[in-house]
């Protein structure tokens, strides 16, 4: 009775703690806000922000070794791949924006693949198929990051592949540690994939997780990472590897082709971008999904948000608001645009802002927007990892397999797992994000940047499926309306979203749902519920941040890393 008595009343204390700010537990903090987990990282040469400290010092080490910030994430990718293979890998897609010092500009990569040309639409009628699903061979796209790595390379990069590469190698030969953060999710990544051939063998050890602390080695990777290097991308797109990948897939019962892959090829974008009071904040254009934070931050700026406070009822009901807006968008207009003309201009303009602005009403949280029509605007008519070097180079780079650890779909011998990114195609008839053979998918992974002046400040990312624009949105918020410093934005309790409508066809019902992340009091929760939103308790789904500053006055840089995960920013 006595052991009874004691465990309620840990449960009361516990739940007494999880309804309450933790500012309290912060508070002998003498920098920064009392959320804030530790002081920002800062160093005069070079830096470099991932989601393992071990790719962190990778990222480093090749830059001290003469590379610049684009072999560093190339290097720091690679590594990411064989040490959080739950979420990223060479069987994924790739976006980046660069900063190139020399020219002063940036420069937009979309690396991701299309789906097989053999598959379509009617098959899946035909077969009884209502939405594409979530694992196994019919959601698999051509892999997309290995020609990314090497177009990246190609136009910036200065070391061999095999330097880059061979910290990646030599881990993935002679094992490496896995982080806590990532054997948890390594572990509920299992049992979904199990079922597919050359998962259980390659991506487990004996049919388990690896455990916090336990070596984890992929000889199999090691060798295509080694081929990779010293043959180049062709070995991946037209080689014996294209070739096992298509064999593979035809076997069980897929449609990607040794065609598919020879036929990749990635594209070179310009980013698009908004003003946020002076600030630019850059994205890239769909199939991605990175206009949607430029959506939002357009609606937010015609409000007085530092006025209304972090954390209050006000701004929280105002993102939020203003984030169904823009999600309507997101599922009417982000898809391929090749089959698509996306009104990327329009859907910016500050007009179209202030036109969707006009639907919020401040006291009542909408159960259902319409979407917009940027149409009646006339002219007369989307892992996370950041590295900057010495020159100046700044790059952001994410990359992922979709759901984690993707598929399921594990070529043999080749030591990674194929993504699952058709998932997002949706099977209207008619819609902008159709499945059609040959077509990009609408995609969640976006990288972001802000310059000032024409130069760089920051870039950074918070990855996490539909988090990703929500949390962009936020970390530009924090800094430049409320204040915070590059870290503490990160900390910063966050707001997300889930329920808006979406590219693969549903809509939203009841105006969705929001989880407050810990740190947001009782009585705003209790008047965000009066003015309509549903709120429920979530664990986890409030994304990965990494972000490198550019220091305004001094140039020296400045780090942040997601601290609810295993990530380290660090410089010298």
């Known amino acids: 009775m006595k052991v009874r008595f004691r465990t309620m009343v840990l449960k009361f204390v516990l739940l007494l703690l999880a309804l309450t700010s933790f500012d309290a537990m912060a508070a002998d903090r003498v920098t920064g806000k009392l959320f804030a987990t530790r002081s920002a990282v800062m160093a005069p040469s070079a830096m470099a922000a ?24 190339i290097a720091a990718n690679a590594a990411l791949g064989l040490m959080e293979p739950t979420g990223n890998g060479i069987g994924g897609d790739l976006f980046a924006i660069v900063w190139d010092a020399t020219t002063e500009s940036l420069h937009g990569l979309n690396a991701s693949g299309r789906s097989p040309r053999t598959l379509s639409r009617e098959w899946f009628a035909d077969n009884g198929i209502e939405k594409i699903p979530a694992y196994g061979p019919l959601p698999v796209s051509v892999p997309g990051a290995v020609d990314g790595w090497f177009e990246l390379h190609g136009r910036f990069g200065k070391l061999p592949m095999i330097r880059i590469l061979q910290p990646a190698i030599d881990y993935a030969r002679n094992g490496h540690p896995v982080h806590e953060t990532i054997a948890h999710y390594w572990d509920l990544s299992i049992g979904k994939r199990a079922p597919y051939p050359g998962f259980l063998e390659q991506m487990t050890i004996d049919g388990r997780a690896p455990a916090a602390g336990e070596l984890w080695k992929n000889p199999n990777l090691a060798n295509t990472l080694e081929r990779l290097a010293k043959e180049g991308r062709d070995a991946f797109y037209k080689g014996e590897m294209a070739q096992i990948i298509a064999d593979y897939m035809q076997a069980n019962g897929g449609f990607l082709s040794y065609e598919d892959m020879a036929s990749h090829a990635s594209t070179w974008i310009n980013p698009v971008s908004v003003n ?103 002219d007369g008519d989307t892992i996370y990892l950041t590295t900057a070097d010495s020159e100046g180079n700044m790059v952001s780079l994410i990359q992922s397999n979709y759901r984690g650890m993707g598929s399921g779909m594990t070529p043999p011998g080749l030591g990674f797992v194929l993504q699952d990114r058709g998932e997002l195609f949706n099977l209207q008839a008619g819609h902008p994000n159709s499945f059609e053979p040959g077509k990009l998918p609408f995609h969640t992974i976006i990288p972001a940047f802000v310059t000032k002046d024409g130069r760089p400040f920051i870039s950074f990312g918070l990855m ?43 809509t939203m019902v009841n105006g969705g749902i929001v989880n407050l992340e810990t740190g947001f009091g009782y009585e705003i929760i209790r008047e965000l519920m009066a003015r309509g939103h549903r709120i429920q308790p979530a664990a986890g789904p409030f994304g990965g941040y990494q972000a490198i500053m550019k220091h305004p006055g001094s140039g020296v840089y400045v780090g942040a890393s997601e601290s609810r995960k295993d990530g380290q920013a660090a410089g010298y």
């Open 50 to 73: 991932t989601s393992h400290p071990l790719a962190t010092q990778i990222a480093l080490d090749i830059m001290k070794g003469g590379g610049n910030a684009i072999d560093a994430a």
């Open 276 to 378: 946020y009071r002076g600030y630019d904040v850059w994205e890239l254009p769909p199939n991605g999904q990175g206009v949607a934070a430029l959506q939002i931050l357009q609606i937010m700026e015609q409000h007085d948000v530092a006025a209304m406070g972090f954390g209050s009822a006000d701004y929280i009901h105002l993102f939020l608001e203003a984030k169904k807006l823009a999600f309507e968008d997101r599922a009417r207009f982000y898809a391929d645009p090749a089959y698509m003309d996306v009104p990327v201009e329009k859907l910016l303009s500050e007009a179209y802002a202030a036109d969707r602005n006009k639907l919020i009403d401040m006291n009542i949280a909408a159960r259902q927007f319409p979407h917009g029509d940027p149409a009646v605007l006339r």
């Open 464 to 506: 996490g499926g539909g988090m990703q624009p929500q949390g962009h949105a936020q970390i530009v918020a924090n800094i430049i309306d409320f204040g915070m410093g590059l870290q503490e934005a990160g900390d910063a309790p966050r707001i997300h979203h889930t329920g808006s409508s979406e590219p693969t066809g549903e």
